[in-house]
């Protein structure tokens, strides 16, 4: 009984974080607005799974190569947004 409640729990539990963790979608980027902060578009988004710098501008990425999208800064502010196969 112990262990059937103790499963259960847990797999509760990992569907909740799988849901409210999965910011990812195309209503979260049409969220996502030029001239947003860093910290706007991670309130928003998340973490990033990535970011690189390079003269200046700073591109980040969320979610994978097949689905995600990407934001480019530049002097913190948001300059570029593009997706990737969002539902």
Same mark, same amino acid.
């Given at each position: ?17 799988? *849901? ?17 902060? =860093? ?5 928003? *988004?998340?973490?990033? *799974? ?18 995600? =999208? ?12 593009? *997706?990737?196969?969002?539902?």
């Amino acid at each position: 009984m112990k262990t059937r409640l103790l499963s259960l729990l847990s797999l509760s539990a990992a569907l909740l974080l799988t *849901a409210c963790g999965s910011k990812i979608s195309l209503d979260t980027y049409n969220q996502l607005k030029v001239g947003q902060s =860093f910290d706007e578009v991670k309130q928003l *988004a998340g973490e990033p *799974a990535k970011c690189d710098e390079t003269l200046g501008v700073r591109s980040c990425s969320w979610g994978t190569a097949e689905r995600g =999208f990407d934001v480019n800064f530049v002097a913190g502010k948001v300059v570029l947004l593009s *997706a990737r196969n969002l539902k």
